[in-house]
């Protein structure tokens, strides 16, 4: 069974910047695409960013320029930089990882806060 331990969130000002990283474990996952979502209170859960196997990129508009996502396959950890961070970035963000066929697995989630 695939399971993925999120960690780095926290308390951070606006403007400032955190590092979240997902390390699964398990065989196989150099195959797997990985990535983000997050939910904030009150909201549905909303995509933020995901890498393929391949090291393609791609992200939800609003965090664009200032995140960035990252993997080390021999880790099998998935990075997500957030830079500039905003009050509007508060959020549980969870990672995922989703086979070439089949559903996705998903981490139990960390808190991001941006506040002053």
């Known amino acids: 069974q695939v399971q993925l331990v999120e960690s780095g969130g926290g308390l951070v000002q606006p403007g400032g910047s955190l590092r979240l990283s997902c390390a699964a474990s398990g065989r196989g996952f150099s195959s797997y695409a990985m990535g983000w979502y997050r939910q904030a209170p009150g909201k549905q859960r909303e995509f933020v960013a995901v890498i393929t196997s391949g090291g393609s990129t791609n992200y939800e508009d609003s965090v664009k320029g200032r995140f960035t996502i990252s993997r080390e396959h021999a880790k099998n950890t998935v990075y997500l930089q957030m830079n500039s961070l905003k009050p509007e970035d508060t959020a549980v963000y969870y990672c995922?990882?989703?086979?070439?066929?089949?559903?996705?697995?998903w981490g139990q989630g960390t808190q991001v806060t941006v506040s002053s």
């Open positions: 995922y990882a989703k086979p070439p066929l089949g559903k996705a697995s």
